[in-house]
């Protein structure tokens, strides 16, 4: 019995006690996995470069401050002013427009784009929208500028195109056919939303 105990403690010896070589250990690094984040919205870097042409109209890339002009001042204030949000409305479609990004095509010789427009600027104020995601096209009465129309079929202005991940998610075009706000939280939130031209698109 003694000899088995003896045995049995000199091979746990043996085998507990083997050296090791340390060339046959493989230590596996550890990689820390790092999500890449690809941003949800990019925001345009475009320079302002609008100006008038022979004809007195806005053309280029603008912003709300070439408004201030004396030509584009009268109309764009006093409609800003005279405009009335639905401020619930307004408040839902905060909650959703500040995940796109926003291109709009007007002329300012367009009645149209003189009526939207203001009340545009001021939906965008009651949502706090960041306009460095906000991209102002002048065109003239062909409604083109330097290609920036090209592939988005721009027939009808003002047309507001509203982005998500680059990917246009709905326009409006021209006119609301409830009011502008209404047609807006339709579009931003996923909701079903055809603009008048639909057919032509």
């Not at 999500?35 to 806005?58: H, M, Q, W």
């Not at 002013?81 to 500040?98: A, D, G, L, M, P």
């Not at 065109?139 to 079929?153: A, F, G, I, N």
């Amino acid at each position: 019995m003694i000899q088995k105990w003896f045995f049995l403690g000199l091979i746990i010896c043996v085998f507990g006690c083997k050296s090791v070589d340390k060339k046959s250990i493989v230590i596996t690094p550890k990689i820390e996995k790092k999500e890449i984040e690809i941003p949800s919205r990019i925001p345009f870097k475009d320079t302002v470069t609008a100006k008038k042409d022979a004809n007195g109209y806005l053309v280029g890339i603008a912003n709300r401050f070439d408004f201030q002009d004396s030509a584009y001042k009268e109309w764009f204030d006093s409609r800003y002013e005279e405009y009335t949000t639905n401020k619930q409305v307004v408040n839902e479609i905060s909650k959703h427009i500040h995940q796109l990004t926003i291109k709009v095509f007007m002329g300012t010789w367009c009645g149209d784009s003189r009526r939207e427009i203001p009340g545009f600027y001021k939906i965008l104020d009651e949502t706090a929208f960041d306009v460095n995601y906000l991209q102002l096209i002048g065109v003239d009465r062909s409604k083109k500028y330097d290609d920036y129309e090209k592939d988005l079929t721009i027939f009808r202005v003002p047309t507001i195109i509203f982005l998500k991940n680059g990917k246009e998610i709905g326009r409006f075009v021209e006119y609301p056919k409830e009011t502008i706000e209404k047609d807006f939280l339709k579009i931003v939130s996923g909701q079903s939303y055809k603009h008048s031209y639909v057919d032509y698109k």
